[in-house]
């Protein structure tokens, strides 16, 4: 699998913000479309990347004045991004080495999308589930003969 594929399980939607914007206003956005998320545009180029964590960490640090905080004081600038082509292990192994629960995918310079740890967890499960089922299928199909009568297995030795 493919992160390409994991993109196309969980749908492309994007929820972008400016940098000028405030920490008051991407966290009313987040709440509000239910996402840990944003990600940051400016002119129309990925720039930066808003989570939870670098919300808190801005808002421990600003004190009572956080809501005036702007997205770009805020945001994690040029984040690791991740290329469509990457299998499931590079892209778990890229998400843990750069300590990033979320991750822009980025091919040829253009944002494709942005995909989670969840959203990647989600694609294993439903991959695994689809291998589960084609085994147990290909299991309870198996024919009652499978060697023909009166010539002994290769495989098994009564030693």
């Known amino acids: ?26 966290l ?13 545009i400016e002119r129309g180029a990925l720039v930066g990347i808003l989570t939870f964590r670098e919300a808190l960490a801005a ?23 991740g290329d469509p ?12 080495d750069h300590h990033q629960r979320y991750l822009p995918v980025v091919e040829s310079g253009v944002l494709q999308g942005l995909v989670s740890f969840h959203d990647v967890a989600r694609a294993v499960l439903e991959e695994q589930g689809f291998e589960s089922l084609i085994l147990r299928n290909f299991v309870r199909n198996w024919p009652d003969e499978v060697l023909p009568i009166g010539k002994p297995s290769t495989h098994c030795s009564d030693r």
Request: hydrophobic letters at 50%; charged letters at 20%.
């Open 1 to 26: 699998m493919l992160l390409s594929d994991v993109l196309a399980i969980k749908g492309k939607t994007l929820y972008t913000i400016s940098p000028q914007k405030t920490l008051a206003d991407a």
């Open 28 to 40: 009313a956005l987040m709440s509000e479309q239910d996402v840990g998320s944003l990600v940051v």
């Open 59 to 81: 808002i421990n640090a600003a004190g009572a004045l956080w809501q005036g905080v702007s997205v770009a004081d805020a945001m994690l600038r040029d984040p690791a991004v």
């Open 85 to 96: 082509r990457m299998d499931l292990y590079e892209l778990r192994t890229h998400l843990v």
